[in-house]
T-cell receptor, first 111, second 111 residues
């Protein structure tokens, strides 16, 4: 089955700096890669996603890049703000509609 | 509009007791997932319901776990003879066009 690895597990950045979170996956058949933001006491919320026919997608301060050959994808947050502080999860959709999640990155934006 | 709701939000039970966790998905969403999230871990797939198809139960960790979805809407996850290792946050998500909408989760503590 699919195996998703996520790094780093914790990340601290100064407000205004950029943050990058990286994930790798193992199943070359995976073709949908969502990113979720989870705030304390809440369920994960989709923030951006990318499909395998696209190399990059941007939504304001958030961007995701996908390298299908190397089987890795990354989340980029620019001009970070304190409200960006949360746990971020990557995921890959494997066969049979199953989603495989990374272990999460706890992002802290220092004002 | 109303999102996904889960009840109870917190459940404390004694080892060996049965528990029932409820998920009310977004109306009109035909697919539903249950996940387990242990402290500091990613989301572990448990079960997937899609329309009237047989559910994908391949993620259920043991035969003490079962789930049903009545009328294609409300879902309940039942854990029989709970063990301490069942302590976790249980999340459900309803699905529209691949996008998962998560509920706030039920935090289960088995003493």
């Amino acid at each position: 089955g699919e195996n998703v690895e996520q790094h780093p597990s914790t990340l601290s950045v100064q407000e205004g700096d950029s943050a990058v979170i990286k994930c790798t996956y193992s199943d070359s058949a995976s073709n949908y890669f969502p990113w979720y933001k989870q705030e304390l006491g809440k369920g994960p919320q989709l923030i951006i996603d990318i499909r395998s026919n696209v190399g990059e997608k941007k939504d304001q301060r958030i961007a995701v890049t996908l390298n299908k050959t190397a089987k890795h994808f990354s989340l980029h947050i620019t001009e970070t703000q304190p409200e960006d502080s949360a746990v971020y999860f990557c995921a890959a959709e494997g066969t049979g509609n199953q989603f495989y999640f990374g272990t999460g990155t706890s992002l802290t934006v220092i004002p | 509009g109303a999102g996904v709701s889960q009840s109870p939000s917190n459940k404390v039970t004694e080892k060996g007791k049965d528990v029932e966790l409820r998920c009310d998905p977004i109306s009109g969403h035909t697919a539903l997932y249950w996940y387990r999230q242990s402290l500091g871990q990613g989301l572990e797939f448990l079960i997937y319901f899609q329309g009237n198809s047989a559910p994908d139960k391949s993620g259920l960790p043991s035969d003490r776990f079962s789930a049903e979805r009545t009328g294609g809407s409300v879902s309940t996850l039942t854990i029989q003879r709970t063990q301490q290792e069942d302590s976790a946050v249980y999340l459900c998500a309803s699905v529209l066009y691949n996008e998962q909408f998560f509920g706030p989760g039920t935090r289960l503590t088995v003493l």
